[in-house]
């Protein structure tokens, strides 16, 4: 359950991104990341650092967070590994990823994962009903898990239903070796 005064920044947040300012925007959903983590919120607190990333995905402050709450809110090690890759000392020099402009384009070569700036971030395959492969191009061979699974969410659900009761899932298969369950909310669990 979401506490009053983290609605009043996701608020915040949301009306600065639909009114095409993502600093705006991105710094609202850390104010609530904060403001849910001070109330032990921490699955609110993960979501909405998330949606922070989501707005850029090099900027290390919503990262951070995530990486410091990722076990209190029932997340993996992906966001550890995920800092470790933004903050290092030779950090890739990606161009600019906004997740929320993701487009799963689809041909006769197969489909991939796109961003309108950054071109095309993942292949995708579709082995089973169920199942998806994804590989990053090779611009992007840095590129961490939990960015990997971002970036796909948002090809697979453009508009995710956030806050249904339900949630549709999909098994993701990682460069052939990672192997996780991805909920639309954007939620995941290791299998």
């Not at 909405?48 to 290390?60: Q, S, T």
């Not at 410091?68 to 992906?78: D, F, N, P, V």
């Not at 550890?80 to 290092?88: G, H, I, K, P």
């Not at 993942?122 to 089973?128: E, G, K, P, Y």
């Amino acid at each position: 359950m979401r506490n009053s005064d983290v609605q009043l920044h996701l608020s915040d947040a949301e009306r600065a991104r639909r009114a095409g300012d993502p600093r705006a925007a991105y710094g609202g959903f850390v104010d609530a990341g904060r403001c849910a983590e001070q109330y032990g919120l921490w699955k609110t607190a993960l979501r909405c650092y998330r949606n922070a990333v989501e707005l850029d995905f090099i900027d290390p402050t919503a990262v951070e967070h995530l990486a410091r709450i990722a076990t209190r809110a029932g997340a993996g090690s992906e966001w550890a590994d995920y800092l470790a890759v933004v903050t290092a000392p030779a950090a890739p020099s990606w161009p600019t990823i906004v997740c929320r402009d993701v487009q799963l384009l689809v041909g006769s070569a197969g489909a991939v994962a796109s961003c309108t700036r950054a071109g095309t971030v993942l292949a995708v395959s579709m082995t089973d009903d169920d199942h998806v492969d994804i590989t990053p191009d090779a611009r992007f061979a840095d590129i961490p898990v939990a960015m990997a699974l971002l970036v796909v969410r948002r090809a697979l659900w453009p508009s995710p239903r956030d806050n249904a009761a339900t949630s549709f899932e999909v098994r993701v298969t990682y460069r052939a070796r990672h192997r996780f369950k991805l909920l639309e909310h954007g939620d995941w669990t290791r299998l």
